[in-house]
């Protein structure tokens, strides 16, 4: 299974290193066949938050086919207007098996015509902007993620790992999410 995180200048950090690091930290447990990379619109360093320089592994224009799909979130407004990005989104979304979100990523999901009529989420700071620009959402405020279809989207930062967690146990086990979750010392917040 091939997992693509889309990454872009100004990107929270931990909305894509967190979800990274479940997955890889998942498939070596689990010793399976999981690619995890992450892909950019070119093929040339991020600049996330504060600075932070990530290289992708792939652009739009090279990476492989994308099994699950993630979409992080940060300074979103930017690519928003970037009409190659959020038809890439569409594009990358319709071929994958599953599509999630972290954070503001629910933003370009919601962009690129994906989430119309569906219940999502995303960051308290953000929640009610979501639902005033794209009104045929439903936009809560009470999950940490919320998954219906093949498409799920979470709260911010911190949220996104507990989604990734989520994505884990679906994907392969419980007990392995949380086998996930204890290799990363990391204590697994669930939607209860």
């Known amino acids: 299974m091939n997992i693509g995180i889309y990454i872009y200048n100004d990107a929270e950090v931990l909305d894509f290193s967190g ?17 995890v990379f992450f892909v950019a619109e070119q093929n040339k360093p991020v600049l996330a938050r504060a600075g932070f ?3 992708p592994h792939y ?12 979409v ?7 690519e928003l207007e970037k009409t ?3 038809n890439w989104i569409r594009e990358a979304a319709d071929a994958a098996a599953k599509v ?3 954070c503001t990523g629910a933003f370009l999901l919601a962009k690129a015509d994906l989430l119309g009529g569906l219940t999502v989420t995303t960051h308290w ?12 959402l439903n ?38 999410a949380e086998l996930t979750a204890k290799q990363m010392e990391y204590q697994w917040h669930t939607n209860t």
């Open 53 to 55: 320089s990530v290289n």
């Open 100 to 102: 999630a979100s972290v």
């Open 59 to 70: 652009s739009f224009d090279n990476h492989p086919a994308i099994d699950l799909l993630i």
């Open 19 to 35: 979800p990274f690091e479940v997955f890889s930290t998942a498939k070596r447990l689990a010793d399976n066949d999981w690619q």
């Open 72 to 78: 992080v979130g940060g300074v979103h407004t930017y």
């Open 125 to 136: 700071e953000d929640q009610a902007d979501l639902a005033a620009m794209f009104s045929s």
């Open 84 to 86: 190659a990005v959020i």
């Open 139 to 176: 936009v809560i405020t009470n999950k940490r993620w919320v998954s219906q279809g093949k498409f799920t989207t979470s709260g911010g930062i911190s949220a996104g790992i507990d989604m990734s967690l989520a994505l884990v146990a679906e994907l392969i086990s419980p007990e392995h």
